[in-house]
């Protein structure tokens, strides 16, 4: 990753230039097959991590309160060797509808090819549709590393230690 200087005019109208350091990052080439009408997963934001991914349906799907349905995508993928896609629910449809994800975040393997499949439940306490071409979920690609186990009798101690969930307190 590269810093790139952006010189911009100063938003207080001072004559000064309003000077910024920006990340410029080389995308990620993946292949993509999209079966679906629906348009590519697409980030919304220059600063999104993730892209929004679309549901391919046939008709609606409703869901009943605590019901999950695995929801089509349209779209495969191939990934490079050494990454992984995550599919992560969209906070807007968990907190205004209870829409969420079963397996949160799912995993794509960098082998896999198969369809994008966005396992869907509905917390909320009513029905809830979901539409064809409706953003259901974000997907994120990110580099992973292969691990070689090194096997030990004891581990170093930290100062955390074993404090798990909560360890830290409430406030």
Known sequence: MQNKLYVS??????????ITFAPTMEPVQ???????????????????????????????????????????????????????????PRSGLAIKRGLTLVNTPG???????????????NL??????????ERIAQMIVAKYEIVAWQQMQELESTERGEGGFGHSGVH
């Open 9 to 18: 005019a100063c938003p207080s109208g001072n004559r000064f230039p309003f």
């Open 30 to 88: 993946v292949h993509i097959v999209n079966k679906s009408p629906h348009p590519l997963p697409a980030y919304q934001t220059s600063g999104a991590s993730g892209m929004d991914i679309r549901a391919w349906l046939q008709e609606p799907v409703t869901l009943q309160p605590m019901e999950r349905s695995l929801i089509p995508t349209g779209i495969f993928i191939a990934l490079p060797y050494g990454y992984e896609a995550q599919i992560r």
């Open 107 to 121: 995993t794509i393997d960098c082998d896999y090819r198969g369809e994008v499949m966005v396992p869907m439940i």
């Open 124 to 133: 909320s306490t009513e029905a809830q549709l979901i539409n064809d071409g």
